[in-house]
């Protein structure tokens, strides 16, 4: 069974500082792995889609890298603003399942100006 | 220019109630599903349907029904409320397994 664990569950940073949000799955027979943000009260929104065969994506300030053979996916998000606060999940999509990701909890993070 | 969209946003109701939650996607997806968010922020699928064909199915009360009239639209009917159904419900949408889009979520009160 695929778990995804996201740690840390929460993280500070003052405004200008790189962040580092990582996410690790259980089961490497994955489709994809998606990068979410979820401000409060607020749905989700897609960030950034890896693909099985790719080992990173960007878009504009953010970057994600997969490994799959490890396990591990890692968004970066260069010079964080306060706008980058929110709660960032990961998820992955097992390859024996066509549609059905599997989200991590979570990490919390708060830029604080 | 709503990509998916739910109705209501708010849902506050008591024990006992039936209730529905409609979604519609204007992406031209061909996949849809329904997620809850419980009180500890932590997201499971529900139900996802491929052109109006129910693909997933997860150990859920057969209280909540979901129906699929056509590929934009996926609703979810929730009969004899109890107060462990109160959560947030998302809806998404896809085109196969690519990337799925969210929409912005019901919140379900059962008092």
């Known amino acids: 069974k695929q778990e995804v664990t996201q740690i840390p569950a929460a993280l500070s940073v003052p405004e200008g500082e790189n962040l580092v949000l990582n996410c690790s799955f259980t089961?490497?027979?994955?489709?994809?792995l998606q990068w979410f943000r979820q401000d409060p009260g607020k749905g989700l929104t897609s960030l950034l889609l890896?693909?099985?065969?790719?080992r990173e994506q960007t878009s504009g300030r953010l970057n994600a890298s997969l490994d799959k053979s490890s396990g591990r996916s890692t968004l970066y998000i260069a010079a964080s603003q306060p706008g980058d606060s929110a709660t960032y999940l990961c998820?992955?999509?097992?390859?024996?399942?066509?549609?059905?990701?599997?989200f991590g909890a979570g990490t919390q993070v708060v830029v604080t100006p | 220019d709503t990509a998916v969209s739910q109705t209501p946003k708010y849902l506050v109701t008591q024990m006992g109630n039936d209730k529905s939650i409609k979604c519609e996607q204007n992406?031209?997806?061909?996949?849809m599903y329904w997620y809850k968010q419980d009180s500890k922020k932590f997201l499971k699928i529900m139900f996802s349907?491929?052109?109006?064909?129910?693909?997933i199915n997860e150990t859920v009360p057969n209280r909540f029904s979901p129906k699929s009239p056509d590929k934009a639209h996926l609703n979810l009917h929730i009969n004899s409320l109890e107060l462990g159904d109160s959560a947030v419900y998302f809806c998404?949408?896809?085109?196969?397994?690519?990337?799925?889009?969210f929409g912005p979520g019901t919140r379900l009160t059962v008092t």
């Open positions: 998404a949408s896809s085109q196969a397994t690519y990337e799925q889009y």
């Open positions: 089961d490497s027979a994955i489709y994809n």
């Open positions: 890896i693909q099985s065969s790719q």
């Open positions: 998820a992955v999509l097992p390859s024996d399942s066509w549609g059905k990701l599997q």
């Open positions: 992406l031209g997806h061909d996949t």
């Open positions: 349907y491929n052109n109006k064909e129910l693909i």
